[in-house]
């Protein structure tokens, strides 16, 4: 009797210890298994990161490359498209290119804008400016519908903008030293994309 409750408890035992390896095994390759996981993660992520980082800097390299085409002035670059479009034509054109519509935002950006377009394009151009006010007549608004603060309109001679619900859209105008003027959408000017730098 002795000797078959020792046979059932060294079985007993033997069952347990092998269960206790069993579950220690299954345990090490699940945490094998999850470190495996976490480290293929972490690889993932690490990839994506890099090919964020690849993008930006082929973004930045494209971005210099216009720089080096047109002008720069701080915090943005300048590049001039002599092919006479409408307005949305030469807007869709600057958005395709990562840019858009220029848009000067204070007296000496739109002095260094006038420069670069009578150097570029010429003594007689007129461009297409980034601003419109096709939604609400004699409300002007850049290319993300906020208001204009900086305007250039020639007040002197022509009193404008004056060409009421006909003439939607604006231009620069190297003739009258960079004086803005409204014009028809539809109407065929040069046109300058501007790309923000940092």
């Not at 269960?19 to 345990?27: A, V």
């Not at 620069?172 to 109407?187: H, V, Y």
């Amino acid at each position: 009797m002795m000797a078959v409750r020792g046979l059932w408890l060294m079985f007993y035992i033997i069952l347990l210890a092998h269960y206790t390896l069993q579950q220690s095994t299954t345990k090490k390759r699940s945490g094998k298994k999850d470190a495996n996981n976490a480290a293929i993660e972490e690889l993932k992520k690490q990839i994506n990161d890099i090919v964020q980082e690849l993008n930006l800097l082929k973004e930045q390299q494209a971005l210099q490359t216009v720089c080096l085409r047109g002008t720069k002035i701080l915090g943005k670059c300048f590049l001039s498209d002599p092919v006479k479009k409408n307005f949305h034509a030469a807007s869709d054109d600057c958005i395709a290119k990562g840019g858009s519509l220029s848009t000067p935002v204070t007296g000496d950006e739109n002095d260094q804008l006038y420069s670069y377009v009578r150097q570029s394009i010429g003594p007689e151009a007129q461009i297409w400016l980034g601003i419109n006010d096709i939604v609400t007549d004699g409300q002007w608004v850049d290319q993300s519908s906020s208001n204009v603060r900086f305007k250039n309109w020639e007040t002197e001679i022509t009193l404008q903008p004056d060409g009421g619900r006909s003439q939607n859209c604006a231009v620069l105008s190297i003739t009258a030293n960079g004086k803005w003027f409204d014009e028809n959408c539809k109407a065929e000017k040069a046109s300058v994309c501007e790309f923000n730098i940092i």
